[in-house]
């Protein structure tokens, strides 16, 4: 079992910079590809990126691309998104996923987090 536990989200302006984490129990951290989802009200939820293993490969939406950038230290068992220039269409719950054979679909990952909550105010 992976318990995922996210912060730092907040209330930001159009053009400034969230960082968000994602902190994980357990002893296997580094067995898992970590990924980050969001929801925004009355939409589906949508990969926003991902980091494999060992951190050497990370993939992001096309949406975010240039803009946020996936991190993970595995002694500390934390994953983060680093948000920059953000847009109001950035609003929406992000997501925190833990997944052994995960790609960019959501079924595909294995535990969540509870979300946080992200506001960008234009």
């Known amino acids: 079992q992976v318990q995922l536990v996210e912060s730092g989200g907040g209330l930001v302006q159009a053009g400034g910079s969230l960082r968000l984490s994602c902190a994980a129990s357990?002893?296997?951290?580094?067995?898992?590809?970590m990924g980050w989802f969001r929801q925004a009200p009355g939409k589906e939820r949508e990969f926003v990126a991902r980091?494999?293993?060992?951190?050497?490969?990370?993939y992001y939406a096309d949406s975010v691309k240039g803009r946020f950038t996936i991190s993970r230290d595995n002694a500390k068992n934390t994953v983060y998104l680093q948000m920059n220039s953000l847009k109001p269409e950035d609003t929406a719950v992000y997501y925190c996923?833990?997944?052994?054979?995960?790609?960019?679909?959501?079924?595909?990952?294995?535990?969540w987090g509870q979300g946080t909550q992200v506001t960008v105010s234009s």
């Open positions: 980091i494999s293993r060992s951190g050497i490969s990370t």
């Open positions: 357990g002893r296997t951290f580094s067995s898992y590809t």
């Open positions: 996923a833990a997944g052994r054979l995960a790609g960019n679909e959501g079924p595909k990952y294995d535990y």
